[in-house]
């Protein structure tokens, strides 16, 4: 039986819950001779780490005078600090901007605008200093606006001192002063930074831990002391292309660079053997943590952060097309022109129609499935049809009440055909007929081609 767990408070504003989150030990993955433990900040009420940030920040700026009433917030940020401070400005009042790189989940955007949040979309693929810069674009904008606050958490010092108040103390009472290292990433800076200082004031042995994406200019600053050009990185909200002013990396140890590969399968490792549903930069974290762990060669006790929920990432890593789709799943080649199939017949990967349902269910199944196009299959699994966007808005133009009738009757009858042992030379008369490749042969029925799936074929191979 379970220790009964104390009555949770009753709050009179959802800012009131930011903060005093749980800490969960790592128990059914290889941590070597440590322990690991996770602080659950996914489970503050904006399901971020960044709700902790965005309170103080505004508190911060209404007592200096710099936000007015019925002001405007403006920020760059990779989603999660943007939500905080949609949770804080709903609150208190405040119209919000956001500037968000392009590379962002759609579901991070969505839930942006659902907020009340203005977004605004720029390159991912520039650095610092480029005038669609997101940090640039986003002080560009509060500078024309008289109403408005930049917050700058890359700038801000409430940041760090929202950390250094508030979860560095959290975490030191939690683990009953027993910690031995402490792995965080970087985004702004201001874990790192303000947990890393608190911690290293009670107990200066304790080791403070880079976690950074491949491609961040950090892991060869820290390890190496050297300066390198940015690249480039899917995990988002972690990883940078320039220092913070308010990241202090003399704390910082040793650091891990870990590919977007290892962080995404280490996030869905974490989620299918503990249960819990956390972010890509938590993936960059608990790799990093579980490298940590295996190397010491006497216990520790090491704590890392569920920065955020993974509920923002399912049509992301935790989605097996997308991952296939970029190259972090990989699947068996025939090495030929099935290797450029998207979704495989033969694996009930594909979405297909038969010839008698009704055109309404074809319309949802296209929605449901976000594809403009799908095979129709007889009883024998033989490609007999293809049903595409063009073939159902002429079948709503020309006739209202088609939507009952069935498929066969607005589907494209001309299959083109083209066998496995084909080029994708073969492919090219087919798509300049605006049309997709059935690949198929006597026995089987493989996939489709579209021009997508060969556009991202060649795109992997560059």
């Known amino acids: 039986m379970s220790t009964p767990r104390a009555t949770a408070p009753v709050f009179h504003n959802i800012l009131e819950m930011i903060g005093n989150t749980p800490m969960l030990e790592i128990t059914r993955i290889d941590t070597g001779k440590c322990r690991l433990f996770v602080k659950m900040e996914s489970m503050n009420p904006g399901n971020s780490i960044k709700d902790r940030i965005a309170v103080t920040m505004v508190d911060a700026a209404e007592k200096s005078g710099k936000l007015k009433k019925g002001g405007r917030i403006v920020e760059a940020t990779a989603g999660n600090t943007g939500l905080a401070l949609a949770l804080v400005a709903g609150q208190k009042g405040y119209r919000l901007t956001v500037v968000v790189p392009d590379k962002m989940s759609d579901e991070k955007i969505s839930h942006l605008r659902a907020m009340g949040a203005e977004v605004v979309l720029t390159r991912s693929d520039v650095a610092k200093g480029h005038p669609e810069y997101y940090q640039d674009v986003a002080e560009r904008i509060a500078r024309d606006d008289p109403d408005a606050y930049y917050v700058n958490q890359f700038a801000n010092e409430a940041n760090p001192k929202a950390h250094y108040e508030t979860t560095g103390p959290e975490i030191w009472e939690q683990m009953e002063g027993k910690i031995d290292a402490f792995v965080a990433g970087v985004g702004s800076g201001g874990t790192v930074s303000g947990v890393g200082h608190y911690l290293k004031e009670r107990n200066p042995a304790c080791e403070i831990i880079l976690a ?3 491609g961040s200019i950090l892991t060869p ?6 300066t390198v050009p940015p690249g480039s990185w899917l995990v988002e909200g972690i990883g940078e292309d320039f220092v913070p002013s308010i990241c202090d990396l003399k704390l910082v140890k040793k650091a891990y660079a870990i590919p977007d590969g290892e962080a995404f399968h280490t996030a869905r490792e974490l989620l ?9 930069s938590v993936g960059t974290l608990f790799a990093a943590a579980l490298r940590y762990c295996r190397e010491q060669t006497e216990p520790k006790r090491v704590v890392t952060l569920i920065c955020d929920n993974g509920a923002k990432y399912l049509s992301k ?8 789709d970029n190259g972090f799943i990989e699947r068996p080649k025939y090495g030929d022109i099935r290797d450029l ?8 990967e594909d979405y297909c129609l038969t010839p008698d349902l009704p055109v309404v269910q074809a319309i949802k199944r296209m929605r449901m499935f976000s594809i403009s196009q799908m095979a129709v299959i007889d009883e024998k699994d033989r490609v007999v049809g293809i049903l595409d966007e063009s073939d159902v808005l002429m079948a709503l133009v020309r006739d209202r009440d088609c939507s009952a009738r069935p498929v066969r ?17 073969d492919l090219m008369p087919i798509f300049r007929a605006d049309r997709v490749a059935v690949i198929a042969d006597e026995k089987h029925f493989y996939g489709l081609i579209t021009k997508i799936d060969l556009i991202n074929f060649l795109r992997k191979q560059l």
């Open 317 to 324: 890593m935790f989605n097996d097309f997308w991952m296939v």
């Open 212 to 214: 950074d994406p491949v």
């Open 341 to 348: 199939i998207a979704r495989r017949h033969l694996e009930k």
């Open 409 to 425: 009757d607005y589907m494209s009858s001309r299959v083109e055909t083209v066998r496995p042992t084909a080029s994708v030379n």
């Open 221 to 226: 600053l820290v390890n190496e002391g050297k």
């Open 272 to 280: 299918r053997k503990e249960g819990v549903l956390a972010g890509s």
